[in-house]
């Protein structure tokens, strides 16, 4: 087995020599035992052959040299240069091992083998490692790799490319003439150099060097990115113009397809620029030198111009390319946020007349026909999202709501048996996502149609839902109203509603209450004491806190409460919960979150900022999934307080 | 070899059809459980242009990008033909230690 070291660092050169490394370094005996002076010899010998392209004369010499001469160090190293000479890697790297790392011989091989082997290359520390790196390649490559090595040291830094010129310059005729197939490779090297730390003037230095690069001969590119990094949104602008016209001209080397996609991902990205740039408020100072810049009245910097509207851009994307949905998503956002629903309906449209299997614009269309009242259109649309993914939690849940509205939309305007044939045929999906609004949607349905009976069954098995007891009786009550039922059959469930909400309800049973009342609002449907109700509804979310439930019962009401942005609400259950379970990281975290989004931020940091640290203890480095997910919230919440620029947001007023 | 089309061996013109046929022969090639290291760089290569919408991505945004003067450097010291690293030369490179 062969004797291995791996030095964690390279020798210490100040060492005084081995005398045998000091006669090989002098290249003479003097002062040498007489026994050693043939292994010098044959040392010397050794490399002279080597150093001719004589390997066998070189090992014949070597040969002299025994295992306990001083001089079997300088052998080792000279046997692991052959077999690098002829490319045996591993051989090399086996001689080189075996190398005392306190003699000369084992320094003088050192750069080769951190080449070679990769253990011997990890354990250097990075400044031992680069002047490895160094040596090597003035070694083994003479002088290019010195000369890309300088270049290399210029580039990744915040200063300018001057020297960097000076040194590609120098470096440029030789790769052309060694490798000329590197050179355009260099080039996009410079190119990408000046993307990151680059200026105007070079560009014509670039252009000396190399030429006009062939995919951006005019630097447009390279500047629309400049200036898009640089948050010049409008120049930007005029330069992707450019290049998206310089596209448009049937460059050479472009496929005509490749082409006209690209064109049409600038035009989309111009469109974002536009609307970064439409949307920019009053006088927002950039960053913290404008800050101050403004505190102290500076004159304002230049508003850039807006040009064309963000649309414009979407739309000559679609264009060019109509089977690419992202503008024409894009532009269907834009335009739902505009309230300008027929526009966008009609962008919904044409892009599912492309594409109708694109999830994202059938949901999008569905949402907006659903606002608008059209419950049966929507149906539909939700009915061929659930195609596509039937097994998908969420898409069964809005298919659900949407049968539901359906079907109410259908007793509201008197064809109790229609509404009966929506929920018939939309069974499956409702009784498992929400089993009391189907159960009392059928009720209602029965007793309009006359079967007393029937309603009254289904009312019960929607009371008899785990937690469903106040949902059911407010579905009840609502789409007993809607349905228009006999005054008698209104007032009653009226009545059972009103008693269901005077006993101590738990929390599970108000957090339904609560979807079920949402349910109604993200539908469009108003009706007399709407209002009243709600407050009554929102008021549960106190009473319950006293009740006997299980832990997760409160958690799910305090992110029921928050998902719904009862800020306010979710304040007062999460400090409850809080003081009631303490070991609960849960409750810290959701009570950091209501006062975070309640309170100006320097009103409440010190407490938020506690909460989080509490809740970071509680979690502590073993915990299950479910907690380990409060770390994402909590880091969330504490970059709000720990990043200085979010300070001037909150002096200039932004919106967080 | 970093970009996709000589990995894969295809000129720039190639369409999606062209390009999904010469991964799958090469996936075949060279399967993962016996070329990992190759495979994952076909597999890379046919992700960077496996439809027209990649293709201009990458041509806009990716291209050239692994072109640093690092990766140049190591592509020409490869290239370098092994040197016989004289004794002379190897010492020039180490300060003789005091006295």
Redesign the interface.
């Known amino acids: 087995m062969a004797r291995t070291r791996t030095p964690p660092h390279p020798p210490a050169?100040?060492?005084?020599?081995h005398p045998a490394d000091a006669a090989?370094?002098r290249g003479s005996g003097d002062g040498l035992p007489a026994d050693q002076q043939a292994g010098l010899a044959a040392v010397?010998a050794g490399?002279r052959h080597?150093?001719a392209?004589d390997d066998e004369a070189a090992r014949q010499a070597l040969q002299a040299v025994g295992l306990t001469s001083p001089f079997l160090e300088w052998k080792v190293l000279l046997r692991g240069?052959m077999a690098?000479?002829?490319?045996d890697d591993a051989r090399a790297v086996e001689n080189w091992r075996r190398l005392d790392p306190a003699r000369?011989s084992a320094?003088?091989a050192a750069?080769?083998r951190a080449r070679l082997d990769p253990e011997f290359a990890a354990a250097q520390p990075a400044a031992s490692a680069a002047r490895l790196r160094a040596?090597?390649?003035?070694?083994?490559?003479?002088d290019?790799?010195a000369r890309?090595?300088a270049?290399?040291a210029e580039?990744g830094r915040d200063k300018r490319l001057t020297r960097a010129w000076k040194l590609a310059a120098a470096a440029a005729p030789l790769?052309r003439r060694?490798?000329p197939d590197?050179e355009a490779?260099?080039a996009?090297?410079m190119?990408?150099?000046i993307a990151g730390q680059g200026e105007q003037a070079d560009l014509a230095k670039y252009r000396n060097l190399f030429g006009p690069p062939p995919?951006d001969p005019q630097f447009h590119?390279l500047e629309a990115l400049g200036y898009e990094a640089a948050g010049q949104f409008d120049v930007a602008n005029d330069h992707w113009a450019r290049y998206e016209a310089w596209l448009g001209s049937s460059p050479s080397?472009?496929?005509a397809?490749?082409?006209r996609?690209?064109r049409?991902?600038?035009l989309h990205r111009m469109g974002q620029n536009a609307a970064a740039l439409h949307a920019r408020p009053a006088a927002p100072p950039d960053d913290i030198e404008a800050a101050f810049a403004a505190l102290f009245r500076a004159p304002e910097r230049r508003r850039p111009v807006p040009g064309p509207k963000p649309e414009t851009y979407f739309l000559r994307s679609i264009e060019l390319a109509p089977e690419?949905a992202a503008p024409a998503r894009e532009l269907f956002r834009r335009y739902l946020d505009q309230d300008r629903p027929a526009e966008a309906e009609r962008v919904a449209r044409g892009l599912l007349a492309r594409k109708p299997d694109d999830l994202m614009a059938i949901e999008g269309l569905a949402v907006l026909v659903q606002r608008e009242g059209r419950a049966d259109e929507a149906l539909n649309l939700w009915k061929t999202a659930l195609a596509t993914n039937p097994l998908d939690r969420r898409l069964r849940a809005l298919t659900a709501h949407a049968y539901h509205a359906a079907a109410r939309r259908e007793l509201a305007a008197g064809r109790a048996a229609a509404a009966e044939t929506v929920l018939d045929e939309g069974k499956d999906v409702c009784a498992a996502e929400f089993p009391a609004g189907y159960q009392a949607l059928r009720a209602v349905t029965a007793r309009k149609l006359g079967r007393p009976a029937d309603a009254d069954a289904a009312r019960d098995a929607a009371a008899a839902v785990p937690g469903g007891r106040l949902a059911a009786a407010l579905f009840v009550a609502v789409d007993s109203a809607m349905a228009k039922l006999k005054p008698a059959d209104k007032r009653a469930a009226d009545q059972a509603f009103a008693a269901a909400i005077e006993e101590p309800p738990t929390p599970l049973e108000v957090n339904l209450l609560h979807g079920a009342w949402d349910s109604y609002h993200l539908s469009g449907v108003s009706y007399r004491g709407q209002k009243t109700q709600e407050k009554k509804i929102l008021a549960l979310a106190e009473k319950c806190l006293a009740a006997d439930a299980p832990e997760r019962d409160f958690e799910a009401l305090c992110l029921g409460l928050a998902a719904r942005q009862h800020w306010k609400l979710a304040e007062a259950a999460a400090a409850k919960c809080e003081r009631r379970f303490p070991r609960n990281p849960f409750f810290k975290v959701a009570l950091a979150e209501a006062l975070h989004a309640r309170n100006p931020r320097y009103q409440q940091e010190r407490r938020i900022l506690r909460l989080l640290d509490e809740a970071k203890g509680l979690i502590g480095p073993g915990a299950d999934a479910r907690t380990a997910g409060l770390t994402d919230v909590i880091d969330r919440l504490r970059k709000h307080y720990s990043d200085p620029a979010d300070t001037f947001d909150f002096l200039f007023g932004r919106a967080r | 070899m970093s970009d996709p089309y000589t990995v894969l061996g295809l000129g720039?013109?190639a369409?999606d059809e062209a390009i999904r046929r010469r991964y799958l022969e090469l996936a075949r090639g060279f399967p993962p459980e016996h070329h990992a290291g190759r495979f994952a760089a076909i597999r890379a290569a046919y992700e960077r242009v496996k439809d027209?919408?990649a293709?201009?991505?990458y041509?806009?945004f990716e291209?050239?990008?692994e072109?640093?003067?690092?990766?140049?450097?190591e592509?020409?010291?490869c290239?370098?033909p092994?040197?016989?690293?004289?004794?002379k030369?190897?010492?020039a490179?180490?300060?003789?230690?005091?006295?």
């Open positions: 050169p100040p060492r005084p020599d090989v370094r010397l490399f080597y150093e392209g240069l690098y000479a002829a490319g000369l320094r003088l750069p080769l040596r090597y390649e003035a070694l083994a490559g003479g290019l790799p890309l090595r270049l290399q580039l790769l060694v490798h590197l490779r260099f996009r090297g190119y990408e150099a995919d590119k080397g472009w496929p397809g490749v082409a996609r690209a049409a991902i600038i690419w | 720039p013109d369409d027209v919408d293709r201009a991505r041509r806009l291209a050239g990008r072109d640093t003067i690092e990766a140049i450097i592509e020409v010291a290239r370098t092994r040197r016989r690293i004289g004794l030369e190897l010492l490179g180490d300060r003789p230690p005091p006295g």
